[in-house]
């Protein structure tokens, strides 16, 4: 399993980016996905999820209404849309599988991590 996180960038507060995960090794399309964040400094917390089609999602309270997550699984890709950025949301984000189809926003619950793409939001 191979996970490629990319999208990360500097942006000012109030922009938007668009990260993806380019997952290959596995059936991408049978599994959740996840994004986690690790800000400076602290420790690493939940995002997002996406079941394996896409049918249900669940974000952290600190992006609800912000960010949106969906996977385009012919293309075995996994995106996370991140709008209204602010400061609080610069980390380090890292895309995930979880070996199961329904969702989680457990981190020890997923199984393969990407390599992170940092992502800074300047004030």
């Known amino acids: 399993v191979q996970l490629q996180a990319s999208g990360g960038g500097l942006v000012q507060a109030g922009g938007s980016l668009r990260l993806s995960c380019a997952a290959s090794g596995y059936t991408f399309s049978s599994y959740a996905m996840g994004w986690f964040r690790q800000p400076p400094g602290k420790e690493r917390e939940f995002v997002a999820a996406i079941s394996w089609s896409g049918g249900s999602t669940v974000f952290a309270d600190s992006v609800k209404g912000r960010f949106s997550i969906f996977r385009d699984n012919a293309k075995n890709t996994l995106y996370l849309q991140m709008n209204s950025l602010k400061p609080e949301d610069t980390a380090v984000y890292y895309c995930?599988?979880?070996?199961?189809?329904?969702?989680?926003?457990?981190?020890?619950?997923?199984?393969?991590w990407g390599q992170g793409t940092l992502v800074t939001v300047s004030s």
């Open positions: 995930a599988e979880r070996s199961k189809a329904t969702i989680s926003d457990r981190d020890y619950e997923y199984d393969f």
